[in-house]
């Protein structure tokens, strides 16, 4: 899920549970509107992925994994904070009983109710 700076949904991509976030990433990121940072937490640490928010005009802040020799110099750690607006809309999101529970059996059911559960969020503003 993409979110705009006032943690608004703009853009959200269904994705199976067996595989990686990061594989849906760029078609994610294709789907959403420009903006000058692209915040995500660590499991999106790509090297690919960074040129491609590079390559739209865009500055990643994305931690680097322990692991990736570059290391987190760079790194603006106070905006990254922001991140949490979309942990809280996921928590939001799960208020609605037939998401938490996933009664939509199939995939375009399911994703309807997503979309109508980022309209009420919206519906506010």
Known sequence: MAEDSYG??????RSTG??????????LLEGTPFSEYVIADKG???QALREAIEGRGAQPVIPRRKHNTRGNDGMDWCL?????????????????RAIATRWGK?????ASMLALAFVMVWLPM
């Open 8 to 13: 608004l949904p703009v853009h959200f991509e």
């Open 18 to 27: 067996q595989f990686s976030d990061i594989s849906r990433a760029a078609s």
């Open 44 to 46: 999106y640490d790509s």
């Open 80 to 96: 990254h904070k922001y991140l949490h607006l979309v942990e809280n809309r996921f928590a939001r999101i799960k208020h609605f």
């Open 106 to 110: 199939l995939a375009r059911n399911f």
